[in-house]
């Protein structure tokens, strides 16, 4: 199992920034997938997930109304829009796969797998 992500960079407080993730080494459509992130000296935490077809979708408060996980299971890519871009969305994002196949959605970090580099986001004030 492995997951990639990219797309992250550079933005002023506002902007938007489209992340992606491609998956690879298992069945892509076979597990809910879930972005996260860690700031420097903090916990890694759940951003958002996605249910195994994309019918179900659960956001972490710190960014419910401004970014949005959708994916596209013929590419085996999750993509997660970040709109208003605030300062303290600041971290490295990772994708990863939930672990127990089949099951809707989890939201517990340690439940998922794969993680890969991730992507630095950086967002000036």
């Known amino acids: 199992v492995q997951l990639q992500a990219c797309g992250g960079g550079l933005v002023q407080a506002g902007g938007s920034l489209r992340l992606s993730c491609l998956a690879s080494g298992y069945t892509f459509s076979s597990s809910a997938t879930g972005w996260f992130r860690q700031a420097p000296g903090q916990e890694r935490e759940l951003v958002a997930v996605?249910?195994?077809?994309?019918?179900?979708?659960y956001y972490g408060d710190s960014v419910k109304g401004r970014f949005t996980i959708s994916r596209d299971n013929a590419k085996s890519t999750v993509y997660l829009q970040m709109n208003s871009l605030k300062p303290e969305d600041t971290a490295v994002y990772y994708c990863?796969?939930?672990?127990?196949?089949?099951?809707?959605?989890?939201?517990?970090?340690?439940?998922?797998?794969?993680w890969g580099q991730g992507t630095q986001v950086t967002v000036s004030s």
């Open positions: 996605v249910s195994r077809r994309g019918g179900t979708t």
């Open positions: 990863a796969a939930d672990s127990y196949i089949g099951r809707t959605i989890s939201t517990t970090v340690s439940d998922y797998s794969g």
